[in-house]
């Protein structure tokens, strides 16, 4: 039941009781003013009876003075009777207009014949005693009559006396009774009405009101505080209480569907901004293992609950290999072929999970966790492959996987850009026939040495075929396209990671080996010469006979500057060309053909 409906009814209630309860009062107090005028009557009675009762007696008492003393004083006082007769009449007036019972009507008319009996008695006698009949006027007076009308008229009074005390007192007692019945009844009346409102105070303010919004109080500042944390008790009532306890509960749900959901955008906001700097830092890459460690470094940040690996397509087109990995991934191979993703076959993302709705990837172990393969293109080609692996049935997949394919954009985008790039860079620093370093990446690495002012050893080496116009005439120039080939790759395998190799212009090539001292210097291009001298150079099944090289050394350890290195190389060259080829001269040294020589 509603407070409101509960508070009009102990409104009600109580105003009902309180006008009982007056009523009641109004009852007890004409109660009481009944028992006052019995009282009243009563002593009224009392006094009238009285009157009469000494008026007789007087009466009688004047009568027998003067028929004992003659005295004309006692006959005037007897005389006096119509007064006094007014008197008894006035007194018994008075006693009719009292609403009489008929006992008391019938006694009371008794009374008065008594009384009226003893005045003409006594009359006769005064009238004897004035004719001179005094002894018959004293035997009259003092006789059994007179006595006789006397002791009735006392009887009589007696009687009437007792029956008007016998009925004010039934009456005084049946005041007094309904007084203190109405009494009883108005102080129940008020103590029911106090204790409906004590009841309505405690009920209704204290355990409808007061308990529930002291709870409520305390779950409201809590919520104020944003501490949806808290519980909210139900509450089945179906009253203002129970719509304000269900109020609280929807602005509860609400504050945590409101902090879910900010968190939700929070972290949506977070997984963009990883993505954006995962961007920026792709388009800062400056070769595809800076790309890989970027793309593993970030993937975890972005989808913490995603393992995966970021595969690159081989030159041959014919191989994916992971460049990078990250959150351990279990399902995929390091190396798969294109044909065994059904992604890069469709050159669209592919998704493998357990519930076989699709096919799965070929590449992949048996597993519960859901798979989905991006094909990494760009400007139409196949660069790679991002490849994710989830855990959780895969729902942290469903939600991210827009993301996921913006990011395989992007990527694929960086990753062609970077193999553009690279090939560009190939043309700008390569030699087109060799796969050398050109000219001018030699040039821009002795500028380099030049501005290097640290106090390292550094050996240059300068390399020409022997009599390579020999081949050009007598095989073609294709054939000496070949020689050149063939030579340039024994440079490349004998300086290995000790140095870089340049194709210094025509046959002559240029080998810098930082770091190295002027004897590992002869010893690799000791090295190198017999190297070329020893293999078999053949073209199209023909051999082609055995070619030589010449080779000039010049180094810092002599303590001429890395400017003039390359000049001092060229010049020992030109030297060994010069003292018969096919021999290593060290610059500001003599030799002779065949021998290795000392700087």
Known sequence: MRISTITNWAYAVTVMLTILSGGAFILSAHSAVRERTAVETRRQLDELVDELAVAAEQTTEDARLFVMRGEERHLQAFRSAEGEERAREHAIKGLKST????????ALRRL??????????????IADYANGNRDGARQTLFGPEHERLQTDLLASVQHFIDLVATRADDEFAGARARTDLWDTIAKSMLGLTAAVFIGVLYFVLK????????????????LAKQDYDVEVLPDSRRDEIGEMNEAIQIFRDNGLERERL?????????????????????QACQQQEELAEVVSLFAPQIFPHLAGHLYLMNGGRSALTSASRWLQPSRSHDVLAPAECWGLRRGRPHVSDHSRDDVPC?????????????????????????YFEGTDGGKAMVTARLYIEIIAEN????????????????????????GLLNRRSLDDEMNRLRRDTVDRPTACLMVDIDHFKRFNDEFGHDAGDHVMRQVATLMADTAGKSGSVYRFGGEEFTIVLPEATGRSAIDIA????????????????RPLGTVTVSIGIASTEDGKPAATLLQRADAALLRAKSEGRNITLVDGSDGSPNHRLAG
């Open 99 to 106: 609403d009489l019972s008929p006992q008391e009507l019938v």
């Open 112 to 125: 008065e014949s008594d009384a009226e009996a003893l005045d003409q008695i006594e009359e006769k006698a």
């Open 207 to 222: 355990r409808r009101v007061a308990t529930p919004l002291l709870r409520m109080t305390g779950i409201v500042n809590r």
């Open 262 to 282: 900010d968190a939700e955008r929070r972290r949506d906001q977070k997984t963009k901004d990883h993505i954006l700097h995962l961007m920026h830092r792709l």
């Open 362 to 386: 070929q590449h992949l172990e048996e597993g519960d966790d859901a798979c989905i393969c991006i094909p990494l293109s760009a400007h139409g080609d196949t660069v790679g492959l991002l």
């Open 411 to 434: 990527i694929g985008l960086a990753i062609a850009n970077l193999q553009l790039r690279d090939r560009l860079t190939h043309l700008a620093i390569r030699d087109p026939l060799t």
């Open 526 to 541: 000791e090295k190198l010469r017999s190297a070329v001298e020893a293999a078999p150079v053949t073209y199209q099944g």
